[in-house]
């Protein structure tokens, strides 16, 4: 049996990056083989990766990255809180964000076989999720391209915005970034909002308005001012500016001489359902486990 050192040990963490447990366990196994410890380590990681896969990813980060015209805004999951702010997941969150304006990917699968550091995006994220014990995923990104501006906002790491503008004055494209993260528009334009919210937004309207009891003409009338009225809520053009609610955005654009193109924005786990976990049934099926191991 081949002596295992601190040193090997060391120098096979820097090849996996995996835990020095797991190192030690390696080589131990692969009898002092280097090149056989990192292919063990590569099955055991990934196995690891492979039974995380199904556990629900609803916490996580969102990264910006901006350079001249190209930007992209990301998204990138794991399982809890105390993930999110681990420095390695934070690098990758932010890798992807650069990688993804650098190259332009069609998707998330196709940003998955994208070299990053000498391996593919996917390669990374599995030894991440074996390294760290938790299930990691990419759920979305938009990359931007404009001959005009670009700024983005982060509301800590869980609210992420990026704004497409043309002006002269750059706090202007700042402010609005910022406004969006707190109102939380859904379209820049009336127009432009999504035809399904719409129709979700006039059918809670016209229960309201049959429940009133009022005459056909009337409910109808009812009816179209809700949406009238949702529309102006969740159209960036329309809302009331956060820093001065005495004019709407569109108005402190023209006075500003800006334009915006467009935005996007990303909320942590938007969507997501998250797992309601059973506490004392997760402690007594531990239990039964380590009985019967």
């Given at each position: 049996?081949?002596?295992?050192?601190?040193?090997?040990?060391?120098?096979?963490?820097?090849?996996?990056?995996?835990?020095?447990?797991?190192?030690?366990?390696?080589?131990?196994?692969?009898?002092?083989?280097?090149?056989?410890?990192?292919?063990?380590?590569?099955?055991?990681?990934?196995?690891?990766?492979?039974?995380?896969?199904?556990?629900?990813?609803?916490?996580g980060v969102v990264a910006a990255h901006i350079a001249g015209g190209v930007g992209a805004l990301v998204e990138v999951n794991c399982e809890t809180d105390f993930v999110s702010k681990n420095d390695d997941f934070l690098k990758f969150s932010s890798d992807i964000a650069k990688l993804v304006a650098d190259q332009n990917p069609a998707d998330v699968a196709?940003?998955?076989t994208l070299s990053l550091d000498g391996k593919t995006v996917e390669e990374i994220r599995t030894a991440l999720v074996g390294k760290i014990g938790e299930n990691m995923s990419i759920r979305r990104f938009q990359r931007f391209q404009?001959?005009?501006k670009l700024?983005?906002?982060?509301?800590?790491?869980?609210?992420?915005?990026m704004v497409e503008?043309?002006?002269?004055d750059e706090q202007v494209g700042k402010d609005v970034a910022m406004h969006i993260a707190a109102m939380k528009p859904v379209a820049l334009s009336s127009d432009q909002v999504?035809?399904?919210?719409?129709?979700?937004?006039?059918?809670?309207?016209?229960?309201?308005?049959?429940?009133?009891g009022k005459p056909a003409d009337i409910a109808a009338k009812m009816v179209e001012g809700s949406v009238q009225k949702y529309l102006k809520e969740v159209s960036?053009?329309?809302?009331a500016f956060v820093k001065n609610d005495k004019q709407t955005v569109q108005q402190m654009l023209k006075?500003?001489?800006?334009?915006?193109?467009a935005f996007t924005m990303f909320v942590v786990g938007e969507g997501i359902e998250k797992k309601q976990d059973d506490f004392a049934a997760e402690v007594a099926a531990q239990v039964a486990a380590a009985k019967q191991g």
């Open positions: 049996m081949a002596a295992i050192t601190a040193a090997m040990v060391g120098e096979l963490r820097a090849k996996t990056d995996a835990p020095m447990m797991e190192c030690k366990k390696a080589l131990t196994e692969a009898d002092g083989d280097m090149a056989r410890a990192e292919e063990i380590l590569r099955v055991k990681l990934g196995s690891k990766a492979s039974k995380a896969a199904s556990r629900i990813t609803a916490e196709a940003l998955s404009t001959s005009g700024t983005s906002y982060l509301h800590g790491t869980r609210i992420g915005v503008f043309e002006g002269s999504p035809a399904d919210l719409i129709e979700k937004e006039r059918s809670v309207a016209k229960l309201k308005a049959e429940e009133s960036l053009f329309d809302q006075a500003a001489n800006t334009a915006v193109k």
